[in-house]
């Protein structure tokens, strides 16, 4: 794990950050930008973490910041000051942290602290959406005191917020212990005959990275779906192939849900009749026989009509253009808090990828740009803001562990 430490007053509260990562068994890496060296001694985090802190590009072996940005297994900026968002924002690599960023496959925690009217500049929120749209996780900072006696926001988060957050991006916070969550997954199959049946592309991808996710982070997990694929134990799968099906068995465990990912590919029409027997060729006729379709239920339109006060319903738009203007509409159509809108026609995004990138639409106003990543990401960055929602942020959890 890479530490990076930029040049703030807060510098000195990575040193304790650095020993609390260290307790935890992580083998952090301090990496210092030549203006942290003005606040903190390169010694004190080369003791406390173990590992020789990189101050320089140009001390030791050739490409000291690319192997350590190839190694880690996550980099966490704390504190991050302006210019090193900005500097990471727009890849301007010109101090050792900046390099081990760009240098990174790993996921990363940036921690910003500030002034409050730096912190507040479009300039820095602008580059925080970016880079939150890439997948950066960001833990914002407090209200208190500044330097130079200043008091406001922009004060680096608390050590333990970090802890939770780094720990949550390792596998290893339960931010959603007591939780129960309902996930449907893959596209529905409308009979036509005993063999044939109306489907659709959905791989159930995009609704099992939601899956792994939430029980991951300790949530009651039942995945309602028409594919099978392993599950993390402790998870109810329901395997279901009609959207008729898939609506009774989500009315069954709908209830007591505090968040549905209504992540199915529901087909929208089904054959009014699927006949009992395999239709076979009429060998006196070169005719094909006609199916007559219906409108299957809307199931996500069910569910918000009848949502519980605070249940989160978080709908899905695959699109092939025009994303916005759809997710829009089905916001206010279903009665969703989310609509979680991605272009299917786009290479790498929707059916059967291992990647997507989407947009977040929230019934609050709220649209947020996950930028091309793997699902999990986008998983992670939705239930992320369903969270926010419903008051269990980080803050909260770390409240809870002690005791608040
Ligand atoms: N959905 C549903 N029941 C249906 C159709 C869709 O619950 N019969 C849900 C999907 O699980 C998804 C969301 O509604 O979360 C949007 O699905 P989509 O097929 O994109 O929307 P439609 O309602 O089919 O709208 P349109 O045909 O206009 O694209």
């Known amino acids: 794990m890479v530490l990076g430490v930029s040049g703030g007053i807060a510098a000195y509260k990575a040193l304790d950050l650095c020993r609390r990562l260290g307790d935890l068994g992580a083998i952090v890496s301090p990496v210092l930008t030549p203006d942290a060296l003005r606040f903190v001694g390169a010694l004190s985090f080369s003791a406390l973490a173990a590992q020789p802190a990189l101050t320089s590009m140009w001390d030791g072996p050739v490409s000291p ?9 996550l980099v966490i900026v704390a504190p991050a000051t302006a210019r090193t968002i900005a500097a990471y ?25 500030m002034h409050t009217e730096m912190w507040e500049h479009p300039s820095t929120q602008d580059n925080l959406e970016v880079l939150r749209g890439r997948g ?36 290893s916070v339960r931010d959603m212990t007591g939780l129960r969550v309902l996930v449907t997954a893959g596209g529905t199959r409308e009979a036509i005959d005993p063999v044939r049946f109306i489907g ?83 060998p006196s006729t070169t005719d094909a026989p006609t199916i007559t379709l219906e409108r299957t239920p809307d199931i996500l339109a069910g569910l918000g009509a009848a949502k519980p006060v605070g249940q989160i319903l978080i709908g899905f738009a695959a699109e092939t253009g ?54 999990r990401a986008v998983a992670r960055a939705v239930i992320n803001l369903a969270l926010a929602a419903i008051g269990t942020d980080i803050e909260r959890t770390v409240a809870r562990r002690h005791g608040g």
Do not use: W
């Not at 910041?65 to 297994?73: K, N, P, S």
């Not at 496959?105 to 602290?113: D, G, K, N």
């Not at 025009?322 to 989310?338: S, W």
């Open 200 to 282: 659709n592309r959905s791989s159930g991808k995009q609704g099992f990275a939601f899956v792994d996710e939430c029980a991951g982070r300790g949530a009651v997990v039942t995945v309602v779906t028409t594919v099978n694929r392993p599950v993390p134990a402790g998870v109810t799968v329901v395997t279901v192939e009609s959207a008729a099906q898939m609506e009774a068995t989500v009315a069954d465990h709908c209830g007591a849900a505090h968040i549905i990912v209504m992540a199915a590919a529901v087909a929208d029409f089904r054959p009014v009749h699927a006949a009992a027997a395999k239709i076979k060729k009429d």
């Open 65 to 73: 910041h690319t192997t350590l940005g190839q190694g880690a297994d």
């Open 322 to 375: 025009d994303v916005a203007h759809y997710a829009q509409d089905k916001l206010a159509r279903k009665g969703a808090d989310m609509i979680v809108a991605n272009d299917v026609s786009l290479p790498g995004r929707g059916f059967d990828t291992e990647t997507n990138e989407v947009i977040i639409f929230t019934s609050s106003g709220g649209v947020h740009h996950v930028e091309l990543s793997d699902k």
């Open 136 to 171: 950066v996780t960001v833990v914002d900072p407090g209200v208190g005191y500044l330097a130079s006696g200043d008091q406001g926001a922009g004060r680096l988060a608390d050590t333990a917020a970090i802890v939770v957050a780094a720990e949550s991006i390792l596998g």
């Open 89 to 113: 924002t727009h890849g301007l690599a010109d101090d050792v942290l900046i390099n081990t960023l760009l240098a990174t496959r790993a996921p990363v925690v940036v921690c910003p602290a």
